[in-house]
Structure formats: structure tokens, C-alpha cells
């Protein structure tokens, strides 16, 4: 194996955008349910820029703490509509990311979305431009550009796997994570939970304010 393939990778095979737009359409909170919560990044990882939604696939980034040189190179060959997905090694004191470098992702490679499991800067700036960032912290300090770093390879990114071409559905709930082979299955579940979520609210109209279920579990136990 070459340094350059150790270090920089492939993305995944890519999805029809009428799956994207489907997931997208569920939100994170259902898609979560669809995959019983296995694939939830932690909630430490929230909405930097409120009321924004995305979907999309992953652009995987590693860096080494306090370095964003892999970064930049991430931008450089993102598509539109991905979503590039940070794992800056658990570093939170150094930005890795700005109002500049998300000018060229947003604005010139049309990027959906960032996921940093790291810290970012330049808030204010973000929030007027209305970039969707997802991150972990906002500090000021800036760090390195010297690498090492790896793109396109499996990360860890709020405590859940991020493979290259995984599908990303975020929002103000939080961050989900679908495996690129396991998107019909998930498509599957978010609908069957959509249905019983709808026949739930039915019930609750007609006067059935707890559902079946949950009254025989209360029940069986004693209450």
C-alpha cells in the first residue's frame, strides 16, 4: 500500500437523490427510530445554526488534533449536496473550520451540511450566511495546516461509525447516521413508523389517550 492510498480514500457508491430527499423528509428523529437509536451521534454534537435540516452523504475527513490540512483537501473534491463528516480526534480547543473555508464549501462547491465532531469559529458569520454546521464547540483559536490527516476512510464521529458515502440526516434533534447498504432498510422502517405514528394520533383523537401497549405494560406491573 502506497502512503498516498493509506491516507486518502474513495467515496462510496453514490445514492439516487429520490432516497435522499425521502430520508431528508423523515428527519432525524425518525430515522433514529428506524434504526432502534443504533446510529445516533451524541447529542454533544447539536445544530451551530438552529433550524436547519440536512441530508446527504459523507465526505469522510480525520485530522490530527489541532490540524485541518486534510480538510481543505475535502473541499476541494466535495460534490453537491454532500455533507463532509469531521473527526478531529476529540480536539474542542482548536477550530478547525471558519467563515472562509465555509464560504468556498458552501458557496463554490454547494455542500450540504458539516458535521464536526471538533470546534468551529466565526459564529456570527455562519449564522448570517445560514450555513447548516453541526459541531461541538465555538471557540476562537485557530490551529494548523500541516497534516498528517486521512479523507474518504472510516471515522468516528460523535461516537458512531461514518464510513465514505454513509448518508447524514441531521437537524436541530440531532445527527443520524445510515450505512450506504442498509438505506432500503431504513427507507422500510422510517415508512412503517410514519404509519403508526399516524394510526397513534387517530387513536389519541378518538379518545384512546394511551396506547394498548403501554396500558398492558402499565398493568403487568401493577399500576
Do not use: W
Not at 498516498?4 to 437523490?17: P, S, T, W
Not at 476541494?76 to 482548536?94: C, H, L, Q, R, S
Amino acid at each position: 500500500m502506497s502512503e498516498e492510498n493509506f491516507f486518502l480514500g474513495k467515496k462510496g457508491a453514490e445514492i439516487v437523490q429520490e432516497k435522499i430527499l425521502k430520508l431528508k423528509s423523515y428527519g432525524a428523529c425518525v430515522v433514529s427510530d428506524a434504526m432502534q437509536g443504533f446510529n445516533a451521534m451524541s447529542g454533544k454534537i447539536k445544530s451551530l445554526v438552529p433550524g436547519k435540516i440536512i441530508c446527504g452523504q459523507a465526505v469522510t475527513v480525520r485530522l490530527r488534533p489541532g490540524d485541518n490540512l486534510l480538510l481543505h483537501k475535502a473541499i476541494e473534491i466535495a460534490e453537491p449536496g454532500d455533507i463532509i463528516v469531521i473527526d478531529t480526534g476529540g480536539n474542542y480547543m482548536n477550530a478547525v473550520i471558519g467563515e472562509i473555508m465555509s464560504y468556498a464549501a458552501f458557496e463554490k462547491r454547494h455542500i450540504a451540511g458539516l458535521v464536526v465532531d471538533g470546534a468551529v469559529r466565526d459564529i456570527q458569520e455562519l449564522r448570517a450566511m445560514q450555513y447548516p454546521v453541526f459541531g461541538v464547540a465555538v471557540v476562537p483559536n485557530t490551529g494548523d495546516s500541516e497534516g498528517p490527516g486521512m479523507l474518504n476512510k472510516p471515522i468516528c464521529c460523535g461516537n458512531v461509525p461514518v464510513l465514505p458515502g454513509d448518508i447524514i440526516i441531521a437537524d436541530d434533534n440531532g445527527v443520524a447516521v445510515v450505512p450506504i447498504a442498509e438505506c432500503d432498510y431504513v427507507l422500510q422502517r422510517c415508512e412503517e413508523k410514519i404509519l403508526k405514528e399516524e394510526k397513534r394520533k387517530t387513536e389519541i383523537e378518538t379518545g384512546q389517550i394511551t396506547s394498548t401497549t403501554i396500558l398492558e405494560k402499565l398493568a403487568n406491573k401493577g399500576y
